[in-house]
């Protein structure tokens, strides 16, 4: 019998009911049965500061750096925000960046799916993503890219409920975590 397969996932947005989340939840929903998931909450972590970064430094990014390093799979929703990926995504990747080649986030297998209430769903945000993940030296396999346009029409009742959308993803999602 395989152990199950373990996995964080990370919302970009703080809000408590932002579509980050659903689509999350959602993605979580159709992983493989008996997987493992858990939601990081990026809100937690201080302004990164090289001078709290230590041993003895915050112990949110103590306990956020363990759950990623005991994980299989890192899952990421991510809005985009003024052409690019928020800055309290962006905070949190910095602070589970380091120690720089030496992270956590190194050689993981992640994930991710971009979305907005426009018509090109946050691919903006996928360049800058996919670059401050390929510095993290995380493994990005090459998958056809999760982009979710208009998405406000796409959830109702707090569930990801266009099929287009969900079949699309699944099939996504399915193909990420076979490469695993």
Same mark, same amino acid.
């Given at each position: 019998?395989?152990?199950?397969? %373990?996995?964080?996932?990370? /919302?970009?947005? *703080? %809000? #408590?009911?932002?579509?980050? !989340?659903?689509?999350?939840? +959602?993605?979580?929903? =159709?992983?493989? /049965? ?17 001078? *709290? ?22 899952? =990421? ?12 995504? !962006?905070? /949190?990747?910095?602070?589970? +960046? %380091?120690?720089?080649?030496? +992270?956590?986030?190194?050689? !993981?297998?992640? =994930?991710? #799916? &971009? ?8 691919? %903006?945000? @996928?360049?800058? *993503?996919?670059?401050?993940? #390929? ?17 406000? @029409?796409?959830? +109702?009742?707090?569930?990801? &409920?266009?099929?287009? &959308?969900?079949?699309? &993803?699944? !099939?996504? *999602? ?7």
């Amino acid at each position: 019998m395989t152990k199950p397969l %373990r996995i964080v996932g990370m /919302a970009g947005s *703080l %809000r #408590a009911d932002s579509y980050c !989340k659903i689509v999350l939840n +959602s993605l979580a929903d =159709m992983l493989p /049965a008996g997987s493992e998931f858990v939601s990081l909450d990026i809100g937690e972590l201080p302004h990164y500061n090289q001078d *709290l970064d230590s041993p003895v430094g915050p112990a949110q990014v103590h306990q956020a750096r363990d759950l990623i390093a005991s994980a299989d799979v890192v899952l =990421m929703v991510v809005p985009e925000f003024n052409h690019g990926i928020p800055g309290v995504l !962006k905070n /949190a990747l910095d602070w589970l +960046s %380091r120690p720089a080649f030496n +992270s956590c986030m190194v050689g !993981k297998p992640v =994930m991710f #799916a &971009t979305l907005s209430p426009g018509a090109l769903g946050g691919v %903006r945000a @996928q360049y800058q *993503l996919r670059e401050t993940l #390929a510095a993290m030296l995380c493994k990005l396999d090459p998958l056809p890219e999760v982009a979710i346009t208009f998405i406000g @029409q796409k959830v +109702s009742d707090g569930q990801l &409920t266009d099929e287009v &959308t969900r079949t699309f &993803t699944q !099939k996504i *999602l399915s193909q990420f975590v076979a490469q695993i």
